[in-house]
């Protein structure tokens, strides 16, 4: 039995959770929620989140929502290798989750949610937080491939999405060149599937 992801192509969690599901080889089918009619407010999808919220995962009898509890699930379930073990090494994967659901969802996560589908947060609160979580990001990233050990880890895949299409918030990544290089490392990997781009995705 296959997982069922239930996402929207625009949502950079919903693309989190689809882009791990294919690195890790994980067999998965993609349900697209309507949220511009209102679907994910609706009591069938409330059912599964009551948040209303993309993305929601069904694994047979269990179902769980929220991107990085999600991630951690699917790794401890079918990708053990990108939830490493060790106490030090896992504890630092969790500092990237809190980060993901942080800095990055309040800042370049945001000022994408303004110029992508109009949300009304303050533009320069956004990206100067964006920009704060970008120099954190590359200072940590100088002499590192990925953010925690020497493989790819579901730290990665969190911050991603967000990362990667921050320009299209009006967040440039022109003076982070590890973060640039950290990017392309993650587009190297076997099974990698980008998010759409704004009009691809609207289309899809």
């Keep these: 039995m296959s997982i069922r992801i239930h996402h929207f192509p625009l949502s950079g969690h919903s693309h989190r959770v689809e882009l791990f599901?294919?690195?890790?080889?994980i067999e998965h089918e993609i349900r697209l929620v309507d949220l511009p009619n209102g679907e994910h407010k609706q009591a069938a999808f409330l059912a599964m989140n009551p948040a209303g919220q993309v993305p929601v995962i069904e694994d047979g009898d269990v179902t769980v929502s929220d991107s990085n509890a999600i991630l951690v699930y699917l790794a401890r379930q079918y990708a053990p290798d990108w939830l490493p073990s060790e106490a030090q090494q896992e504890a630092e994967v969790q500092k990237f989750l809190t980060?993901?659901?942080?800095?990055?969802a309040y800042g370049a996560c945001a000022a994408r949610l303004n110029t992508v589908f109009g949300a009304n947060f303050d533009v320069e609160a956004t990206h100067a937080l964006a920009h704060r979580y970008l120099e954190r990001i590359?200072?940590?990233?100088?002499?590192?491939?990925y953010l925690v050990g020497d493989s790819p880890s579901i730290a990665d895949v969190a911050l991603y999405s967000y990362t990667a299409h921050a320009p299209e918030g009006n967040v440039s990544l022109e003076a982070y060149p590890e973060v640039l290089r950290?990017?392309?490392?993650?587009?190297?990997?076997d099974g990698f599937k980008a998010m759409p781009t704004t009009k691809a995705g609207l289309l899809a």
Excluded: D, K, T
Excluded at 21 to 25: D, K, R, V, Y
Excluded at 99 to 104: I, P, Q, T, V, W
Excluded at 138 to 145: K, V
């Design 21 to 25: 599901a294919n690195l890790a080889g």
């Design 99 to 104: 980060l993901a659901a942080g800095e990055l």
């Design 138 to 145: 590359n200072s940590h990233l100088n002499g590192r491939r």
């Design 182 to 189: 950290w990017l392309a490392n993650i587009e190297s990997l």
